[in-house]
């Protein structure tokens, strides 16, 4: 992950990067579940997950990505990053672990969620230091509060 654009700094980003932080986190424990025979507990970290990115791709859509893909030059980029929202969010609704299907389709969603965070990480968040105006910065924190109104935006540091 990129570490020299200092978009690690900006509260709100500083933010994101931590969900993604926890879902992998989570999807790490939930896949060494499975493999010790723990169902439940993999059930139970893929249902925290799940509740997690729901607010995470709230936040995200809402502000960041609804004022970057105004510009031309994001638009693809986020429809394609939304995209892989939806379908994640589908796999996760639908998955069924107790099957070897459904976990080793949970284990390629993973590698798939690897390689989309990384494409915020290293490519639209870095982007969006000199992409966005305060306006669009405001509006972009507002969506995260909105979609996490029992947490507060940390200040970087």
Not at 11 to 30: S, Y
Not at 96 to 112: C, K, N, Q, V
Not at 113 to 140: M, Q, V
Request: some cysteine; charged content about 25%; hydrophobic content about 40%.
């Amino acid at each position: 992950m990129c570490h020299y654009c200092g978009c690690r700094q900006i509260p709100l980003i500083k933010e994101f990067i931590a969900e993604h932080e926890a879902v992998t986190n989570a999807a790490g424990d939930a896949l060494r579940a499975l493999e010790a025979g723990d169902l439940p507990k993999a059930r139970a970290l893929v249902s925290d997950m799940k509740a997690v990115l729901l607010a995470h791709w709230k936040g995200e859509e809402d502000g960041l990505f609804t004022v970057m893909s105004t510009d031309p030059e994001y638009a693809d980029y986020i429809a394609a990053l939304e995209s892989e929202h939806r379908d994640l969010s589908r796999l996760l609704t639908e998955l069924d672990l107790s099957t070897p299907e459904g976990t080793a389709s949970f284990r390629r969603a993973m590698d798939d969620l690897h390689h989309h965070i990384a494409k915020e990480e290293d490519g639209l968040f870095p982007a969006s230091l000199t992409a966005l105006t305060g306006d669009e910065w405001n509006l972009s924190i507002k969506a995260w509060r909105t979609a996490h109104p029992k947490a507060e935006l940390h200040a970087a540091g």
